[in-house]
């Protein structure tokens, strides 16, 4: 099996009881649908990567949210996860004035070199159980207006491989990327109060929206 380029954010979870917290939500079952576009403009994709955000965004048809012109709100989280050919991505967006919620379930193909050939993509919608306005207070409880990139948080170390969780926020037309590369070690080896709430962010979209985030999916190789 080859391996899958962990290209993000939007939150992973181990099987370990320490992660289990929150109680395992089911979704229903959706047809796959596989996309393969014609091209892939990799010149437009992060140096890092030639799998990163921009391209998953082409393959499954998610606009650029830091070069769209769009001037509505809107806030993904992505999933990226060590040793698997699965991600998911929440995306919550603001349209006419009222907020929407949607998952992506996310299985990759790769060629020979590694880079995405297509994308099977599952989709779900939802909506906050608590409403809108309590969801989003609950978010800024634990820090989303105050979010850090893992480079300005102090103790944050990068280790091989690894979980991985980004958050991408477009505000009042200002964007902002946030990424915490391999977090499951700052949850339990040293722990950090910014990672936790970040997990803390995932475990509340689970119970709010019955997406199924954790556990993560098992291991390939």
């Not at 698997?84 to 070199?113: H, P």
């Not at 979010?147 to 200002?174: A, M, S, V, W």
Request: glycine share 6%; aromatic share 14%.
């Amino acid at each position: 099996m080859k391996k899958n380029i962990l290209f993000i954010l939007i939150i992973v979870f181990s099987s370990s009881c320490n992660f289990c917290r929150k109680k395992t939500l089911q979704i229903k079952s959706v047809d796959l649908e596989t996309v393969t576009p014609d091209t892939l403009v990799y010149g437009e994709i992060f140096d890092e990567s030639r799998n990163g955000l921009e391209a998953v965004c082409k393959f499954i048809g998610l606009s650029n949210l830091q070069k769209d012109q769009g001037n509505e709100d809107e806030i993904r989280f992505w999933f990226g996860y060590d040793r698997s050919d699965s991600a998911k991505i929440i995306v919550l967006k603001k349209r006419g004035g009222s907020w929407q919620s949607m998952i992506y379930f996310l299985k990759y193909s790769n060629d020979e070199k590694f880079y995405i050939t297509s994308v099977e993509k599952r989709m779900e919608q939802g909506e906050p159980k608590s409403g809108w306005n309590v969801f989003f207070n609950k978010l800024e409880g634990l820090g989303l207006s105050k979010l850090k990139n893992f480079d300005k948080i102090p103790g944050y170390t990068l280790t091989t491989g690894g979980d991985q969780i980004t958050i991408e926020i477009r505000k009042n037309n200002k964007y902002n990327r946030y990424e915490y590369p391999n977090y499951l070690v700052h949850l339990t080896e040293t722990p950090l109060k910014e990672v936790d709430e970040v997990y803390e962010m995932a475990l509340l979209m689970q119970e709010e929206f019955g997406y199924r985030l954790y556990p993560r999916p098992p291991m390939e190789y």
